[in-house]
């Protein structure tokens, strides 16, 4: 079975917003991590892969140091790696993303395509179910449990409601949720194996996507400004006189929090 | 600013809140209000739109909507705006939802913006409001072209009965032969009695400063009497005080409740990683340093023993 | 009645926690060339020194297998947990890349262009004229965070591989002869157990294994003890807590002040200062050191930076800013006379902070670290290139001796005395140095000795009602700063620091003040006079105090602690 899992380099959480490079100053802005759900999504593949033979690789679009977070995945033991880098897709929204991504895995053929549920840096949080339209591929999100039987899968999910249990034919496209495994360490030897590992890196006209369709230009959403959020009330502190819990409910009270 | 679609859900063959609350906020931008439901056998469910603000309701019921999956209601939901000619398609986030506006997305190449917390009009442009980087700003996005998708963070907006009725259109879909493939083959309902923690609007957590596990019964009843659920810390799962399952932090769960009642919790960093999205944090602990109070809204210095039980009797009076 | 001493609780540890023969089959087991501990200016540009070397002379990387360099490092990528001023002096940095990199071209924040040196009371600030050690025309002002990872790529690209996450558990020895690193478990739960993804660490064996761990070194202790290699004096150590601020207006000189808010009088042994450095026109980066021979169980660094911040000079110049990062580090303060007595062992190599090399009236050191890698590392060639067993006893003493012909070694030997003259309070102190200062430290006759920090009797004084309450804005608790370091450590994992659990109230008390990310919590009484002590490991951002005061700081699993960026 050949797996694709598409990841994703976001910003390190706890990186503050960069300094801003004054003369000489190397930029750094593209200090990140692979996104933590996705090395769920890549786990759920290498244990499948264990299980039942086939290959695992990664996908990724994403300017070109990107490819040193994807070495993490190939540490893990991901077979390879494939990362579309091309100045024409930087600045893409939901809609050019997943047109990348389907082009890129329309090449790979993949019998089964994962996604990692969640991205720290809240975007492409929805990435699975364009990607699978355009793939015209059955799709399933928030799977908790996955199992791989003959020519079909079952993915088990939590709702608001509830589990549901849903079940689709190969191929297909599966986000996963982090409550679906534990992921592994890289191994030492991974770690120093995966530098010489394929690692692709791919332009969109390799992928035959026409500039224009994709990048800012291609996208359908702007980023029109950033401001500060409302100030949060004062904090108010009660020292209980004996009447600490009248003034409790006084305060959620008056916030409609009762 | 021509027509608005708010995408309604049902349960128990009822429109879920979070889609009667947005289509409120629908009216209050302007402009022709129509709901869409897609399923089957929610006829009356969709009749009830109209007390809710939709002038319109566009119904797709078919047997291929019957279970909760998105993709027949991609090519359901297309048909509609097609039919409807909305330029803005509003959706209330669920699990359901936010892969249905995303298909809808690449099937229309039309703009998706997520995790709103507001809309509003600058002249003729839709403007949306998404809080990042752990909320600490707000960024205001906008679309460049229509239809334009906005899903909303659920419990944004609270429903207003405008006691009006709605006009419903049956559109029939076609779908496609790849959205029928996956399906439903079971159902299974939460088990716990109260609601999840993930869940909970209300939730009364528990630290070492409730002295034991018998401490816990002060949680569970004010729980009780707010309609929330109880959660514990680290230090005291470990202790064997309380289920890892309720455990708020780090390496438990993440909640973001409107309220978040802590009691006799110092506040260690990797409990406040897991509750700091709360809405009103309300913490009682005897120790003025706790590092609770720091971040929390109401900071109560005092004996949780003689509060906690007090707040429980005067917040089951109220009711 | 005399005070509590921590160093009559020693630490629950034993020699065979750090030290072992390897024990992975050799198959197993992972070879390199030369192995690097510590990815810090000194591993790393050893790192640097023997890329440029080996790729002069390819037979000899020929022979040094698949991987001739490797580093290891424990923080989730190089410079996570690196944390200092800093002014650097650019001399070592210039040499290393010369012809290569102008300094230009490096991630700094340009020279220094003007300084002013104040003693503070707590109303006022007297300038004064900066002692001659403090004099920091033709440095640069640095992030060492920065320059690590400016470093790590340099190194990487110069052919060494580089192992984030990874900690330096075991020193393997064997035969009397050190030969190469195990490496830390990772997925051990919090009583030990393997949990699922439980990967065990692994023999990494070299030819020649090079200590870079810095301040308070896990395996550099354990070498220390087990090769003989102390100095003449014991080593003792400061804490500093810094924190970055983005400023409303640039600060244009780096300032340093004396004083409050730290007493003078000999018996609190409160010995330290502050630093402010602009970084750039946007941020300043600021922080407070404090000695670490202090007897008062109440002081806390931490709070002292909070306190600090209150004074009128530096609420000014923080007004309308932010706090931006947050950290905490120990500097190794013993001066030449705790270097150890030598820097060789069969096989091992000491580095940087490691070997103790660390100019306290100067208040550098990243220099020393990046000249003594590079010397580490051509006495290392040397000997490889000669078909040296570098396990044979002396076979690395060219770096000994290339370090004792070095600036480095003549800039700290006029100090050498320096920094103990300060255990005789303030002014006597500053008298003493002034007089060593004019000598070139021919002055005093008589070697002064150092005494460890765990040996200071503690006094109470009700130090921490002058600390200010936080108020979120300019003065901050400890746990929101510890969320500001990045640390994201893992808090099912078991505990990487050994205390004596059961203590007299006033150490514990004294560990819950001193440790700057609030690991430390007193419990209840055991009602034979001592209190038990409650230990959150995965609040430690690995500063080090804790060795320096009674207890011992072991490497958490690899990736734990803060992810510093900007100190």
């Known amino acids: 079975m050949k797996i694709a899992v598409c990841v994703k380099q976001v910003p390190d959480a706890t990186v503050h917003k960069r300094l801003d490079p004054s003369t000489h100053r190397l930029d750094r802005s593209g200090e990140g991590a692979l996104n933590a759900t996705d090395v769920n999504a890549v786990e759920e593949a290498l244990r499948l892969k264990e299980a039942q033979g086939g290959e695992v690789v990664v996908v990724s679009l994403g300017p070109e140091k990107a490819i040193d977070s994807l070495r993490k995945a190939l540490a893990m033991g991901a077979d390879r790696a494939v990362l579309v880098a091309d100045e024409g897709a930087a600045g893409s929204d939901l809609v050019a993303t997943s ?27 929805v990435l699975w179910a364009s990607v699978a339209d355009r793939l015209r591929r059955p799709m399933v999100s928030q799977v908790a449990e996955l199992t791989i039987e003959g020519e079909g899968l079952t993915g088990k999910r939590q709702t608001e409601f509830g589990y549901d249990v849903i079940a689709a034919p190969l191929p297909a496209v599966v986000a996963v949720s982090d409550a679906i495994n534990e992921p592994r360490y890289p191994s030492l030897k991974g770690i120093m194996g995966a530098k010489s590992k394929p690692q692709q890196i791919v332009a969109l006209g390799d992928l035959g996507v026409e500039a224009g369709t994709v990048g800012a230009a291609g996208s359908r959403t702007v980023v029109r400004g950033v401001a500060p959020p409302p100030a949060k009330s004062d904090q108010v502190r009660i020292e209980d006189d004996g009447n600490a819990a009248d003034k409790i409910v006084e305060y959620l009270a008056e916030k409609r929090l009762v | 600013m021509a027509g608005t679609l708010v995408y309604l859900e049902t349960h128990g063959g009822e429109l879920t809140k979070g889609g009667v ?108 409001v998404r809080p990042a980087l752990g909320d600490t700003v707000l960024v205001d996005v906008g679309w460049t072209s229509t239809p334009r998708l906005a899903l909303v963070r659920s419990g944004t907006f609270d429903p207003v009965e405008s006691g009006g009725t709605a006009e419903v259109k049956e559109v029939a879909a076609t779908f496609q032969d790849f959205s029928t493939l996956a399906r439903l083959v079971d159902h299974l309902q939460e ?123 005067l917040l089951r009076a109220r009711q | 009645m005399s005070g509590v001493r921590p160093a009559d609780y020693p630490p629950p540890f034993t020699s065979a926690e750090v030290l072992a023969a390897p024990t992975d089959a050799p198959d197993e087991r992972i070879d390199v060339g030369i192995l690097i501990v510590g990815g810090g200016p000194g591993g790393l540009a050893c790192a640097v020194r023997l890329g440029q070397l080996l790729e002069e002379h390819p037979d000899v990387r020929e022979r040094l297998g698949d991987v001739p360099v490797a580093v290891l490092e424990k923080g989730k990528q190089p410079g996570s947990h690196l944390l200092s001023g800093a002014v650097m002096n650019p001399r070592a940095i210039r040499r290393l890349f010369a012809g290569r990199i102008p300094i230009e071209q490096m991630p700094t924040y340009g020279p220094v262009h003007g300084e002013a040196v104040y003693l503070l009371t707590k109303g006022a600030a007297l300038r004064i004229p900066p002692p001659p050690t403090m004099m920091n025309h033709g440095n640069w002002i640095v992030s060492v965070s920065e320059l690590g990872r400016f470093f790590a790529e340099e190194a990487e690209a110069g052919g060494a591989m580089i192992l984030p996450e990874t900690a330096g558990q075991k020193l393997l020895v064997e035969h009397g002869r050190v030969v190469g690193v195990r490496t830390g478990d990772k997925g051990r739960g919090k009583d030990g157990e393997p949990l699922s993804n439980f990967e065990p660490g692994v023999d990494v064996t070299a030819r020649i294994t090079v200590l870079a761990e810095g301040t308070a070194g896990h395996l550099t202790t354990a070498a220390s003890d087990r090769f003989g290699l102390h100095g003449t004096n014991p080593q003792i150590w400061a804490l500093g807590v810094k924190e970055v601020w983005k400023v409303a207006r640039p600060l244009k000189r780096i300032v340093h002040t004396l004083g409050w808010p730290l007493r003078k009088r000999a018996r609190y042994g409160e010995f330290g200062g502050s630093w402010i450095y602009p970084m750039g026109d946007e941020h300043v980066s600021l922080g407070f050191v404090v000695g670490l021979e202090y007897a008062d169980v109440e002081l806390s660094a931490h709070d002292l930076l909070q306190e600090f911040k209150t004074h009128r000079l530096v609420r000014k110049l923080l007004h309308g800013g932010e706090r931006v990062a947050w950290g905490a580090k120990t500097i190794t303060e013993g001066g030449l006379n705790s270097v150890p007595s030598l820097l060789n062992a069969p096989g091992l190599m000491l580095v940087g902070e490691s070997a103790g090399l660390v100019n306290v009236p100067r208040l550098k050191g990243v220099h020393y670290a990046i000249e003594s890698g590079r010397l580490a590392a051509e006495a290392a060639f040397a000997a490889l290139a000669r078909g040296e067993v570098a396990g044979r006893p002396g076979a690395l003493d060219s770096y000994d001796e290339a370090l004792r012909a070095s600036y480095v070694w003549k800039e700290l030997g006029e100090v050498r005395n320096m920094r103990q003259a300060f255990d005789k309070g303030f002014f006597l102190g500053g008298a003493l140095a002034s007089a060593m200062t004019v000598t070139k430290g021919k002055l005093p006759p008589k070697e002064l000795r150092t005494h460890p920090n765990a040996e200071a009797r503690l006094i109470r004084t009700g130090r921490a009602a002058a600390y200010p309450a936080p108020d979120g804005t300019l003065t901050f608790d400890k746990l929101s700063s510890v969320f500001a370091s990045g640390n994201r450590t893992r808090d099912d994992q078991p505990s990487h620091i050994r205390v004596e659990t059961r203590v007299p109230r006033d150490l514990a008390e004294m560990w819950q003040w001193m440790c700057p990310a609030h690991v430390y919590e007193v419990g209840d009484a055991d009602g034979d006079g001592t209190v038990q002590v409650l230990v959150n490991p995965s609040n430690c951002v690995q500063c080090g105090a804790i060795s320096a005061k009674g207890g011992r700081l072991t490497p958490p699993e690899g990736g734990s602690g803060p992810e510093y960026t900007l100190t």
């Not at chain 2, 709901?35 to 969709?46: K, Q, Y």
């Not at chain 2, 797709?60 to 279970?67: C, G, I, K």
Request: hydrophobic fraction near 45%; charged fraction near 20%.
């Open chain 1, 99 to 125: 047109r990348v991504l389907a082009k890129a895995l329309e090449r790979e053929e993949a019998d089964l395509v994962l996604f990692g549920q969640q991205s720290s840096d809240g975007d492409g949080a």
């Open chain 2, 21 to 128: 609350g947005l289509l409120a906020k629908a009216a209050e931008l302007g402009g022709d209000v129509a709901g869409a439901v897609l399923g089957s056998g929610v006829r009356d469910a969709a009749a009830s739109a109209g007390a809710f603000g939709a002038s319109t309701v566009y119904v797709v019921d078919d047997e291929a909507l019957s279970a909760p999956l998105p993709q027949p209601r991609v090519d359901a939901l297309e048909a509609v705006v097609r039919e409807s000619g909305a330029d803005n398609v509003l959706f209330p986030a669920s699990v359901l939802a936010a892969d249905v506006a995303a298909g809808l997305a690449a099937r229309l190449d039309a703009g998706l913006n997520w995790d709103l917390t507001d809309l509003r009009f600058e002249g003729d442009e839709l403007v949306g």
């Open chain 2, 191 to 313: 088990e716990s009695s109260g609601p999840a923690i993930e869940e909970a609007d209300v939730i009364v957590a528990g630290g070492r400063g409730l002295g034991g596990p018998e401490g816990f019964s002060i949680c569970e009843e004010l729980a009780a009497a707010l309609g929330g659920a109880v959660a514990a810390t680290r230090a005291v799962v470990d202790a064997g005080w309380y289920p890892y399952s309720a455990q708020v932090g780090q390496t438990g769960k993440t909640v973001s409740p409107k309220l978040y009642i802590a009691l006799g919790i110092s506040g260690a960093i990797q409990h406040k990683v897991g509750m700091q999205g709360s809405g009103t944090i309300v913490a009682i602990n005897k120790d003025p340093n706790a590092p609770i109070f720091d971040f929390a809204d109401v900071g109560v210095v005092g004996d949780l023993t003689q509060i906690a039980p007090k707040l429980t009797e």
